[in-house]
Structures are given as C-alpha cells and as structure tokens.
C-alpha cells in the first residue's frame, strides 16, 4: 500500500506491504495477515486511499509542487510561447487594429458619411479561442473577428476593401478568403503568424474598442453570418464571466494540450 509520510517538514512517498482491515471479509482465511498493529511513529504521517486525510497544509503543498513541476515541463517542452513570442502576436493585434480603424473610415468616406461622423467612426479586433483565453502554443494561430458598423459590408468593404488594404503590407502575405465556409473569413500571415480573420457587421454606427458583445444592444438585429461570427468570442467571453478561477482552467487545458500531443 502506498501513502504519503511527512517527516522533518518533508513529504515523502512510502510504499509498504499492504494488509487487510478484515482478514475474513472475503470468507477466506488470509494467511499474509498479520494481526500486529503497525508501530506508532510520532513524526510520520501516513495515509491509506480510504484513511484520514492529510493536513490541509501539506496537501496544498503538494498540489503546488505539482502544478509548477507540469508547468515547467509545458514550458520546457517549447508548448508555450516565450517572451519575444507573446510581445510579437500583441505587436500583430495592435497593428492589425490601427489598419481596421483607417479601413472603417476609408468605407466612411467612400460613403460619403459626414466629415463628423467619418471622424467618430470606429471599428476594432476582438481574439478569440486559444489565444483569446490565454491558452495557446508557440505556434499556435491567431483567431481575430474584425467588428465593423453598419455601412461596412462583407461582400464589399471586407473582402475587398480591407482586402486591398492587407495585401499592400508588408507584413502581410499569403492572404487568402474563404467566401464558402460556414463563417466566412480572410487567412492570412501578419509577420510570420497564421490570422484567421472573420468579420461581424453590427447595426452601430461606430464600434468602441471594448465592445461587450454580450449586450443585447450591439447584437439587435444583426445578420445570421454576422451572428456565427460572434460566437466564438461570445462563448470565450462566456467562459471568462463564468469561471471562478480562469488560471486553474488555463493550466488544466495547458496539461490537456500536452497530453494530446505526447498521446497522438
């Protein structure tokens, strides 16, 4: 049987032959059983699977040995993304939002929308999915939805317009749209990093950058495709107010990913 013993402010594993509680429980006589009571040691802690429960303490402790060693182990195994990496995928989101604000109020223009209004038109990116939640790899994707105002369309202004604006980049290359699928969107590469890029058209006149699309009132009225656009931030958003302890989650779905990627 092995149990845990705590001796000198340490915590050890133990193993030891293990012994009935009732040697004729199974109606046979068990000649391995040894009728002596193990000897009482003062400094050592010892916990059967069906016995009493560790000190609270200890059990905490080791919980936290446990999560930091799986956690190094994630980190050692190149599974989650190193400083430079992190700093990069922020530079890419930063960029990729000044660009959709400038496209928002070129469509303004090209509307021919009032010089005050084309000043207060905004539109903004919201990520979602692994990198949304903060759980994603070293080479993991990025999911951006581009959120846009009413006169900005998808037909028209996002696979065309912002389109145009993309390829001019830099930055950007292998930019392709995928107008047939279930959600519609532009993939492409923003300094090296795959951007799975949806759009959603919102019945607003400008969009704020922290737009909560959990409130009804950015949602009214809004287009079927526009709707399963939002759902993975909704659902991430979801996630984030429902939680009580979001890092718990992050580092089980951090130990989940790694066990699917040394099990596949």
């Given at each position: 049987m ?12 133990v ?16 000649p391995?059983?040894n009728?002596?009571?193990?000897p ?7 916990v ?14 080791m919980?936290e ?6 956690l190094q ?14 700093e990069?995928r ?13 496209w928002?109020?070129k ?15 905004h ?16 080479e ?5 939805l ?5 006169f900005?369309?998808m037909a ?9 604006m993309l390829?001019?980049?830099?930055e950007v ?7 047939d ?11 090296g990093?795959?951007?799975d ?9 400008s969009v704020p950058?922290?737009?909560?699309v ?5 949602v ?6 526009s709707?399963?656009?939002l ?8 996630i ?5 302890d ?7 779905l951090?130990g ?8 596949a």
């Amino acid at each position: 049987m092995a149990a845990y013993a705590y001796n000198n402010n340490q915590i050890n594993f133990v193993d030891f032959p293990f012994r009935p509680l009732n040697p004729s429980s199974s109606g046979v006589p068990n000649p391995n059983f040894n009728q002596a009571p193990l000897p009482y040691n003062p400094l050592l802690f010892v916990v059967p699977p069906f016995g009493v429960p560790l000190n609270p303490s200890l059990l905490i402790q080791m919980d936290e040995e446990r999560s930091l060693s799986l956690l190094q182990l994630i980190a050692n195994e190149g599974l989650v993304p190193v400083r430079e990496e992190e700093e990069k995928r922020i530079s890419v989101i930063k960029k990729l939002k000044q660009i959709v604000l400038s496209w928002a109020k070129k469509v303004a223009w090209q509307r021919r929308l009032p010089n005050e209004q084309i000043a207060e038109t905004h539109a903004t990116i919201l990520t979602y999915g692994s990198y949304g939640l903060g759980v994603h790899g070293s080479e993991s994707d990025i999911d951006a939805l581009c959120v846009g105002p009413h006169f900005a369309t998808m037909a028209e202004d996002f696979f065309i317009v912002l389109r145009n604006m993309l390829k001019s980049r830099s930055e950007v290359t292998e930019i392709h749209c995928v107008k047939d699928a279930k959600v519609p969107l532009m993939r492409f590469k923003f300094d090296g990093i795959l951007i799975d890029l949806p759009y959603a058209q919102l019945k607003v006149p400008s969009v704020p950058d922290d737009v909560d699309v959990l409130n009804p009132f950015f949602v009214r009225d809004i287009d079927e495709t526009s709707w399963k656009s939002l759902s993975g931030v909704r659902a991430n958003q979801r996630i984030i107010q429902l939680v009580p302890d979001l890092e718990v989650v992050f580092k089980s779905l951090h130990g989940i990913q790694f066990s699917l990627i040394c099990n596949a």
